[in-house]
Each structure stands twice: as C-alpha cells, then as structure tokens.
C-alpha cells in the first residue's frame, strides 16, 4: 500500500507551547519523509524532512522523528507563535518514485 | 533560483466540458507531478512524469489526461468537468523521481458551474 495516515486533523495550541503531528506509512520501501507548511492561499512549501537513515532532525524550533520499525514519523513545533497556523502536510517517497501526502492537520495557535 | 509557472490561475467551466490545465518549469528538474487540493483537505496524487516521455497514473487519474510535452513542461486535462466541482490543482516538480522534496506552483483553482 502507499498510504500516508495523519493525524489529527485539526490541533488548537496556546501560544508558547508545542505541537505535535504523527504520520504513519504503509511502503516499507519509503526512505525520504518530507513536511509541507501550507499557508491560506499560497502553495505548500517544505519546511523540513528527514531520510530513512537517521532516527531525529531538528531545524530552527521544529524537531522530526522517525520510527522505521513501527512506520511512524512525527513533527513537533516547540515554542508555538501565531504565524505558525497554518496547514501542515507530511509525505512519503522513495517507494516508487511517488510522492504520497498525508490528509494535512489545520494548526490554530491561538494568543 | 527557479519558478514553476501554473496557468491559468483561474478556470470556470461548464459541466461535461474538456479542459486544460499548463504548467511550466524552469529548474531543469526531471519529474512533474499534478495534485488535486479540495478546499481545506490533502492533496491526492493525479498523474506524475518521471522523465520527459514518461507518464504515470496517480491514485485520481480516472477522469484526467496527461502530457509531458517536454521536459519544462506538463499538462493536466480534465475530460469532462463535473458540474458544482471545486478545486485547487497543483503542479509540482523535483529535481529526481525519488528525492521527494518537491517544488509547487501558485495551483489553478478550478470551478464548474
């Protein structure tokens, strides 16, 4: 299968706290994870990823792990601020040359 | 740095009708892809080229036709628009089919009256 499964779909925070969205996949051959930050009315954009041969990344506030033996990945915002609302992707390639995308989770963080 | 270009921006059509959506690209990557976003929701996969002259079918490809023309190149045809559909299409490009970060345009928002 090449479903990407993410939740939740929707996650409300208060300012200055952290968030977190889990991804799971089905492709074992899946070996490059990708997450898209999408703004209202613009395209998506990556904001960071991670490959199958590392277990953590961290980048300016935002923490990816990956679990190969269970096909978990996860995004964590630390320190959440209002211009982090927006829509939130994850995605899966590597497994046949497809792209495929998590359903998205609707971040609001609210002041 | 480089820039996918979508056109049209906007599309309204009729029910039944064939239309086309154009996508180009100027960083010389290899793969193309076309995404449908409904409103608030993911994005699902239409078709996808690998290479030039290459053509793959997404999980949403029952409906639309693709075109590779060249390598900068992809467009995306709508066969026959259902009437009250609504939806962002999406171009995106990668340098190689399996680095998966990928490069999206403005979309082409698609309305069907």
């Known amino acids: 299968g090449e479903q990407v499964e993410q939740l939740p779909s929707i996650l409300r925070v208060q300012e200055g706290s952290s968030a977190s969205i889990n991804c799971t996949y089905e492709n074992s051959a899946s070996n490059y994870f990708p997450w898209y930050k999408q703004e209202p009315g613009e395209n998506p954009k990556l904001i960071i990823d991670i490959r199958s041969n590392m277990e953590r990344k961290q980048t300016q506030g935002l923490i990816v792990l990956l679990d190969k033996k269970a096909k978990r990945f996860s995004l964590h915002i630390t320190d959440t601020q209002p211009g982090d609302s927006a829509m939130y992707f994850c995605a899966a390639s590597g497994g046949g040359y497809k792209v495929v995308f998590g359903s998205g989770t609707r971040l609001l963080v609210s002041p | ?113």
């Open chain 2, 1 to 113: 740095g480089g820039i996918i270009t979508q056109t049209p921006k906007f599309l309204i059509g009729q029910e039944g009708q064939k239309l086309t959506l154009k996508c180009q690209q100027n960083f010389n990557h290899d793969t193309m892809y076309w995404y449908r976003q409904d409103s608030g929701k993911g994005l699902r996969l239409i078709y996808y080229s690998i290479t030039e002259n290459d053509l793959q079918k997404g999980d949403l490809s029952e409906g639309y036709d693709a075109s590779r023309e060249k390598k900068s190149s992809f467009s995306l045809t709508v066969t026959s628009a259902q009437k009250n559909e609504m939806a962002v299409f999406l171009c995106a490009s990668s340098i190689r089919a399996n680095t998966g970060q990928l490069y999206f345009g403005e979309g082409s928002k698609l309305t069907v009256l």
